[in-house]
C-alpha cells in the first residue's frame, strides 16, 4: 500500500530486492554501492512470522559484510540512518504485552536496531501502518499521503536523533510536527 507513494525525487532510490533479484542471487558489490551512496536507508517491508521476509534476511546476510559494514575495519554505513517502513495485517492493539502478538513492534524490531548499531549506523523508529488486511481505502489514502510527506521531509532534512528516540513510531512524530 506504501510503494504507490514514494514521491519521484532525485533524493529517494526505491530499489525492490524482490524485482532485482527474483532468484535470490544478490549482488553483494552493486548492494554496498548502493548504500555507500545514500545517507539514510529504509527497509520497506511487510511484517512476515515477526520480522521480515526472507530476501531481505538474506540481503542482511550478504550486503553486510564483516570488514566491510562491521568488524575491525567495516565503517562504510558509519553515521548513516536506518529506518524501516512495516506493514501488519494485524491490528495496533495486537502488538503489546497484553495483546495477542504480546510485543510491540520497536520490542519485535530489536534485531534490526542491533544490527544498525553493530554496523555504526543509526536507527529511527519505524514508520508503521497496522491493519491492512482490513483497511479501507481511505486508510491507504491516508497512509500512503503520510508515507509520502515521511520520505519528503527525509530527503530534506536530516532527523533530530534525540528528539525521535522519543517516539515509539516515526508515524508519530510526524503527528506531533503536523508534517
Known amino acids: 500500500i506504501l510503494v504507490k507513494s514514494i514521491p519521484n525525487s532525485p533524493n529517494i532510490t526505491f530499489h ?5 533479484y527474483p532468484d535470490f542471487d544478490i549482488d553483494m558489490k552493486r548492494e554496498q554501492e548502493l548504500l555507500y551512496n545514500h545517507d539514510i536507508i529504509i527497509w520497506h517491508h511487510p511484517m512476515y512470522w515477526y520480522s521480515c521476509p526472507p530476501l531481505l534476511k538474506q540481503w542482511i546476510d550478504i550486503v553486510l559484510e564483516h570488514g566491510w559494514a562491521y568488524g575491525k575495519d567495516g565503517y562504510a554505513l558509519k553515521g548513516k540512518i536506518l529506518m524501516q517502513a512495516i506493514t501488519t495485517g494485524g491490528k495496533k492493539e495486537n502488538y503489546c504485552s497484553t495483546g495477542r502478538d504480546r510485543f510491540t513492534i520497536p520490542q519485535l524490531m530489536e534485531p534490526f536496531c ?3 548499531k553493530v554496523c555504526n549506523m ?3 523508529p519505524p514508520f508503521v501502518v497496522h491493519g491492512t488486511h482490513s483497511m479501507t481505502q481511505e486508510g491507504y489514502d491516508f497512509y500512503g499521503g503520510q508515507y509520502k510527506r515521511a520520505l519528503e521531509h527525509l530527503g530534506q532534512n536530516i532527523p533530530n536523533l534525540e528528539e525521535l528516540s522519543e517516539y515509539h513510531y516515526f508515524n508519530d512524530w510526524l503527528q506531533s510536527k503536523n508534517i
Do not use: G, K
Open 122 to 124: 543509526d536507527y529511527i
Open 16 to 20: 525492490d530486492l524482490y524485482q532485482e
Open 114 to 116: 542491533q544490527t544498525a
